[in-house]
Structure formats: structure tokens, C-alpha cells
């Protein structure tokens, strides 16, 4: 039986298929070193790990409306005001099975065929193929690694047709890592709102910056742009509860409604127990993620001083997340491969350092690292990654 034209036009998970290869390595009994994984090494705080246990224990294991329990909405309403400056109603929120399926039924709620998303690069890899899910067209824009990997103004104007429906901005950014200022957002915010397009606003590593940077949201300039955007968040990031997969999203009542009409019908709602476990997170006192975000810190200052220490490797420094996200096309040239692609390959059979190719995040010249592993697993595998670059020097 034929499968649906829908799925046909995915692209697999450059991310997915690095670790899969890694895994198999490791289990053939190689020494290999990952550095494509997209979650924190730390396990979920005891305090939020106990609220899980207790809400079982008390019957809070049964279905909850689609949009998320009322007192999760209220903790996370709160957290937008204390934390953006944002007010918004439990109407304009919805709970969600993690970031990505807020981010799944907010395109499928938003898109009918042809309609266009205009797509930064380098970008999160699941953004083109959701838009392309909902029958959508990811429309990609290149953003300059001299400017840091953002978006510009003239790039967004340039790139909005009589089909753009929307923009997504990522800040702080995966793959890159970089921030976009407050100047900057305001300027692509005039943008937008001088062309009617909405802005999808992934702020899911808000709470993972090391420079004295804030995180600005973008809705909260004018109630014009609140009104024009949807907001993108969740705790995977922020309290290292990745395997919990609690996302939400906050918007225009109308698109939010939508939304959780659309997930009655597909999940009926998040997992109970899951929903009290990030009320816990919401609730607490204090900087949960404070020595995680300290450890980040000290691994980006040493990863990005051993990157730059290797030939032909360029890395701009990120703010935020906890990847790195270098320029190795010199070194893949020198080493006599065609593509960073290939030369990532080798790197894996030859060194077994796993590394995430660029290309499948719309930056073929660029590899993903990410930090989010112990200090000795980073120090061995840029010892090995320039042994690697070293040894294929022609």
C-alpha cells in the first residue's frame, strides 16, 4: 500500500540519523563521543521529580482538558508576566505534548495550501517539514554568519509575498545559539506588522543565556505585536525536562481556540502527570536552573577556546542554548572532502566524535556541537577533531 503524498516530502532528521549511527557504533563497542544531542545532561530537578510522584499517588491520572489544566495555565500566565512583561488570559494559552507540537498545530491550524513561512537559516530542522506538513511552503532565508546568523529587516521584506503568512523567529537560537537584540526585534517586528504577517516566536531556550543579555520578547513591544504573535515555550529546556513533554503556546484567543480544538482530536491532552510536574517547576521559588546554567557557561567558555584552537575551523561566540555552531568548510577542503557532510562522516568512523552536519539545518558549511555533556567528553573530542583535521592536512 502506498503511503500518503504528505509524508513523502519529509526530510529525515539529520540529528536523528547522527545519533542513530553513534548508537550503533557504541554498541559494537567503540568509544564514541556524541555531540549531536538537543537536551540537558542533567536529570529533572528532585523537587518537580516528587510533585510527579505525589500527583499519582493523590489520582491526578486521569484525562484533563485538551488545552491543559487551569492551574498549569495560571502558573504559566504568571511566568509570562514576571519574566516578559506579558499579560495573557487562560484563553490565550494552550498546554501542549511538548514545544513541537505546539509548534505542529499551531502550522496546522495556520496554514492551507501553498501558503508561505518565511524560514531564517540556519534553523531548528523541524520547521520546514511541519509547514511543509500542513501543506504549507517553507520559504528560506539565508542569514549572513557575519551578522551572527539573524535575520535583517531588508532579508524579511524582501523575502514576503502575497502568500507569506508568517515569520519564525528563534531566540536564543538552535542550532546557532545566537540572540537577537532588542533593537533588532523591533525593527523585524515594524516588519511584520506593516505586512500583516504573524510571528511565530520560538523562545524556548529564554532561560539558557551566559552574557549579560536579557531575553526580550517580541510580543511584548506593543499590544499590536502581542496581538500579531504566537509565543513558543515549555520546560524541556529550562528544567531539563525534555522526557516530559510539556510545551505550551500563547497567543490571539482565536488561533489558541483553534489549536485546542485541533488537539482534542489528536492527543486529547497532555499527560496528567506531566502537567502537575511542570507546575511544580512554575511554582518554585528561585532559580531552578541556576547550576545548570553556570555548568553551561564554564563548558561553552572551554569548547568554543578548544574549537577555535584547530585549522580551518571559525566559531562565532553564541549567547545562549548550548550549542556551538562552527564554520569547518576550510577544514573539510584542506582534509580532501567535498562537503562538510562527508568530512563529519569520516570524523565519526575515523575519531568516533559524532558531530551534526549543517546541512540539515540549511548551513551546509557549519557542523552542530552541543555542550550539553561532561567537561572531559569535551575536552577528548576536540582533542580527537583536530587529531582528525591534523592527520588529513593535504
Known amino acids: 500500500m502506498d503511503l500518503a503524498n504528505r509524508v513523502k516530502t519529509l526530510t529525515p532528521s539529520s540529528t536523528l540519523a547522527i545519533t542513530a549511527k553513534a548508537k550503533e557504533l557504541k554498541s559494537q563497542g567503540y568509544d564514541v563521543i556524541g555531540l549531536g544531542v538537543g537536551e540537558p545532561d542533567f536529570n529533572t530537578p528532585e523537587f ?36 516578559n512583561d506579558l499579560t495573557y488570559s487562560a484563553s490565550e494559552i494552550i498546554v501542549t505534548t511538548g514545544a513541537k507540537h505546539a509548534l505542529y498545530t499551531l502550522f496546522q491550524v495556520l496554514l492551507n495550501d501553498g501558503d508561505e513561512v518565511i524560514v531564517p537559516a540556519p534553523y531548528w530542522v523541524s520547521y520546514p517539514e511541519q509547514v511543509k506538513l500542513a501543506g504549507g511552503k517553507p520559504v528560506m532565508v539565508q542569514a549572513d554568519e557575519k551578522n551572527s546568523f539573524k535575520l535583517t529587516p531588508e532579508q524579511l521584506k524582501d523575502s514576503i509575498t502575497s502568500k507569506t503568512k508568517a515569520v519564525i523567529i528563534n531566540s536564543p537560537s538552535n542550532p546557532t545559539g545566537m540572540m537577537y537584540t532588542e533593537d533588532e526585534l523591533k525593527k523585524l517586528g515594524e516588519v511584520c506588522l506593516n505586512h500583516n504577517i504573524l510571528i511565530i516566536s ?17 510580543a511584548s513591544f506593543s499590544d499590536q505585536l502581542k496581538d500579531q504573535t504566537v509565543i513558543i515555550n515549555g520546560v524541556s529546556k529550562s528544567h531539563a525536562m525534555t522526557g516530559w513533554r510539556i510545551g505550551y503556546a500563547a497567543g490571539p484567543e482565536k488561533i489558541i481556540k483553534a489549536m485546542t480544538s485541533l488537539a482534542s482530536h489528536s492527543t486529547s491532552n497532555p499527560t496528567s502527570i506531566a502537567q502537575y510536574a511542570a507546575l511544580a517547576a ?25 574549537l577555535n584552537d584547530i585549522p580551518g575551523i571559525q566559531c562565532i561566540k553564541p549567547k545562549g542554548a548550548f550549542y556551538l555552531f562552527p564554520n569547518v568548510s576550510e577544514a573539510a577542503e584542506s582534509n580532501g572532502f567535498d562537503s562538510v557532510d562527508e568530512w563529519v562522516k569520516a570524523l565519526l568512523e575515523e575519531e ?14 557549519n557542523v552542530r556541537l552541543s555542550y550539553a555533556t561532561s567537561t572531559e567528553a569535551l575536552q577528548e573530542a576536540a582533542k580527537r577533531i583536530k587529531r582528525f583535521v591534523v592527520n588529513h592536512q593535504s
Open 202 to 218: 520560538d523562545e524556548i531556550y529564554e532561560k539558557l543565556i551566559y552574557t549579560n543579555d536579557k531575553h526580550v520578547s517580541i
Open 48 to 83: 518537580i521529580i516528587e510533585a510527579a510522584a505525589d500527583a499519582m499517588k493523590q489520582g491526578q491520572t486521569k484525562y484533563t482538558p485538551a488545552g491543559g489544566i487551569p492551574e498549569l495555565k495560571k502558573a504559566i500566565a504568571k511566568k509570562f508576566d514576571s519574566d
Open 282 to 306: 512554575y511554582q518554585a521559588d528561585g532559580d531552578a536552573n541556576k547550576e545548570m546554567r553556570k555548568v553551561f557557561s564554564e563548558r561553552l567558555e572551554l569548547l568554543y577556546s578548544l
Open 352 to 365: 568516533k566524535v559524532a558531530l551534526v552536519p549543517g546541512s540539515g539545518f540549511g548551513s551546509p558549511d
